[in-house]
Structure formats: structure tokens, C-alpha cells
């Protein structure tokens, strides 16, 4: 039934990447997975919309740990990222994707400071016209006593994939060196199973998402799709 309805496995690009369910891809008009696990392929990179940001798929462990590795389009390949959304480490993706941060530290970038402090590093990349600098925290400690909310123009909080200190400077800040290769590691995100796709799984099918109405049916091995249960995507309501 993955190869002839749901169209799955598939690669994207060099087909380094084996993407399968609860991933899923369109298939005129539906996609087989979970609700908001729609991978498209973008410039032959697979890719997938959370929270309204787009994120490059790094990597896909289907084992019993259920992870997604992935990275910020605005992030991935640039000599000096400058990201601009947060996504805290404590985040529940929320409906309709069952996705969840899986991550030791958060970092905060602060942009723009027109205060510096000592003996801090910054981040000379991000470095505006000499009179404002930008640091990347991530240490286990607290901030340095400084008013960053007030000194800063902004603040953006990533999870880190790695938290190694020696990715870190003796108070928790990255540095020039290792400020963009950390970043471009990505984060993990972990996955759960709706409810309704366990009761689906069970009786042998697979989740399906309608594009046109949003709504979740059960795609069994007959290749029909099932409508005994609906339930809207966008509300999670069944």
C-alpha cells in the first residue's frame, strides 16, 4: 500500500535520505503521515513548514527514539546566519503536528547591543558598523549580569544540538570560530502518534491527510480510504 497509494518510501535530491511514514509527501491532493509531517522537496533538499518557518530535514531516525534533525533555511549554508524566529527548547509544536523539542540547552542570540560588555565574546560577523555587537549564549550558567533586553535590539532563542563545552567559551558564549558550524547542526525534534492514527495503525492502515478539506482518514491495505472517522487537522476535534 506505501508503494502504489501513498507513494512512499521516497528520496529527495541525491537520496541520501530515506523518507517514509509518518512522513509524507503530496500525492494529488493527500499525503500519507501525520498531520504537519509534510516533507516537499525545495531545490532538491528536502524541507518541512513548522510554525511557519521552513527547515531543511537534516536527518530521520525511525528507531524507538523517533527523531528529526533538522535546520533553519535561514541558517543552513550561510557563512554568517542571522536567525530571526525563536523556537524554545520547551516548545510543543502544537496541533496539528505532534512534534516536540528534544534538546539540553537553548540558545539566545541577542542582536544589535549598543552596550558591550568585557571579556565576553561576540560574534564579529554580526558585528554593525563598529557601534553594536551581537553574542550567542548557551551556557549552563545564568546570563552575566548585564541588561541585555534593554542594551540589545533583539533576541532569538534555538534549541543547540550539542551542548559540549567546547563549543563554548569559559562563561557559555559561542565564539567566531565555532559560532556558525554550531548552528548549522540543527536541532532535534521529537515525534508522538495521534490518537486516531494509533487506532488506524492498528487495524493496519496508515494516516492520511486531505489537502482540499484537512481531514484525517485511515488509508487501509485495500487501498480505500476508510471514513468511518474524521477529524479536522486544524482542531484536533474527531
Sequence with gaps: MKDSYCKLPFTCGNGSLNIDYPFGHDVTGYYCGYPGLKIKCTDEKPVISLANRLYYVKNLD???RR???????????????RPTQSMNMTDNIGLPTPLYVVANFNTSIFYNC???????????????????RSYAFSGENPLPNFNWYKNCEKNVVLPLLTTRSAYLDKLGFLTDSNYTSTLQ??????????????????????CSISEAT????CAHPSHKVERSWVRNTSTGDC
Aim: overall charge negative; charged content about 15%; proline content about 5%.
Design 62 to 64: 525511525y528507531s524507538i
Design 185 to 206: 547542526m540543527g536541532f532535534r525534534l521529537g515525534w508522538s502518534t495521534p490518537s486516531n492514527c494509533t487506532y488506524c495503525e492498528s487495524a493496519g492502515g496508515l
Design 214 to 217: 484537512n481531514d484525517l482518514t
Design 67 to 81: 527523531l528529526l534533525t533538522v535546520v533553519g533555511m535561514d541558517v543552513e549554508g550561510k557563512e554568517c546566519p
Design 114 to 132: 549598543s552596550n558591550f560588555l568585557p571579556n565576553v565574546s561576540h560574534i564579529s560577523c554580526l558585528e554593525f558598523r563598529s557601534t553594536k
